[in-house]
């Protein structure tokens, strides 16, 4: 594994030290502050102790921000594409157009995002956690801890970095699912060509990300890129491969492609059967990720998936 170097400074391990200082702080003084002042003293403490993740969390999030230039590759992003999941755009122009942010490296700020925002919550879960165990303590301390939580600057700047994940991991699903359209190619011995299960396992890691950041706006724009792919670009590569060239046409004309040509036609099906079940899989996928992070569906979350699964009744018919 790579060690961190002053070039290559570890925020994940520096974010991760600073939360256990300030847990074990709360837990390893919890019978003295009790016996001072009862439960009021645990609530104070964790209040102050807010505080200093505030300031310290706040400056790590944010020297990571600027380390990795996230504002300014946001804006390269917006400037490559003003609509990543714009109908208009064509795998044709995509290919043709200048070249944008290199998306393997933008998949490790995308881990490397998710990982800091994930020790963000799973450490607010847990002081939240201890204050809600408070039982006798003044009323006011109760709201106030909490608000301490959601509404201190180290939340803010974990709502900031989870907006540059949203561009970042919208931009990295539309590149990508337009790369291996463009490259589709038949499996040897596969019933479908190589986009199927590619656009997939795309879909999959993004939507999991997606669900692992706990945030339902996050979710939801990933959701709605992966169902404007699909509905769109996805659909007419998964088209094209039916009606151009003609293959039932080859077919009936005869001759020594005859074979071949029937395969054509069976791995053609067979993509479109297979997305399709993809696509229920990747529902019911994401809803069993939703349970396991406590992540509450909206209504226009459920909308979204509902839609998702839709779309493959619908196209079939048009087909």
Not at 83 to 94: E, R, T
Not at 155 to 184: H, S
């Amino acid at each position: 594994a790579t060690q961190p170097t002053p070039e290559r400074p570890d925020f994940v391990g520096c974010l991760t030290r600073l939360f256990k200082d300030i847990v074990l702080a709360v837990e390893e003084n919890d019978a003295v502050l009790r016996e001072l002042r009862g439960e009021d003293g645990v609530a104070y403490a964790i209040i102050e102790l807010q505080e200093e993740c505030d300031s310290r969390g706040t400056q790590i999030l944010r020297r990571y921000a600027d380390y990795r230039k996230l504002a300014r590759l946001s804006s390269d992003i917006n400037s490559y594409t003003k609509n990543l999941l714009s109908v208009m755009g064509s795998v044709a122009n995509a290919a043709g157009g200048s070249e944008g942010p290199d998306p393997r490296e933008v998949e490790i700020y995308l881990e490397e995002i998710l990982a800091l925002t994930q020790l963000g919550e799973d450490y607010t879960e847990f002081m939240v956690n201890k204050i809600r165990g408070l039982r006798d303590v003044k009323p006011e301390l109760g709201p106030q801890a909490m608000k301490a939580f959601r509404n201190g600057s180290f939340n803010k700047m974990e709502k900031d970095l989870t907006g540059y994940y949203v561009i970042l991991e919208e931009f990295f699903m539309v590149e990508n699912i337009r790369k291996a359209i463009q490259i589709d190619e038949p499996v040897p011995d596969g019933l479908t060509t190589s986009m199927v299960d590619d656009v997939f396992f795309l879909l999959q890691s993004c939507c999991r990300r997606a669900a692992f950041t706990a945030s339902i706006n996050s979710l939801l724009a990933v959701l709605g890129g992966a169902t404007s792919l699909l509905s769109n670009e996805f659909q007419e590569a998964l088209q094209w491969r039916m009606r151009e060239p003609n293959l039932g046409a080859k077919l009936f004309l005869g001759g020594v492609g005859v074979q071949k040509t029937g395969e054509e036609i069976a791995t053609a099906l067979n993509n479109m059967d297979v997305s399709s079940e993809y696509v229920l899989k990747l529902r019911h996928e994401v809803e069993e990720l939703c349970a396991e992070v406590s992540l509450f569906l909206s209504p226009s979350t459920c909308l979204c998936m509902s839609t998702l699964a839709r779309i493959w009744q619908l196209s079939f018919v048009h087909i």
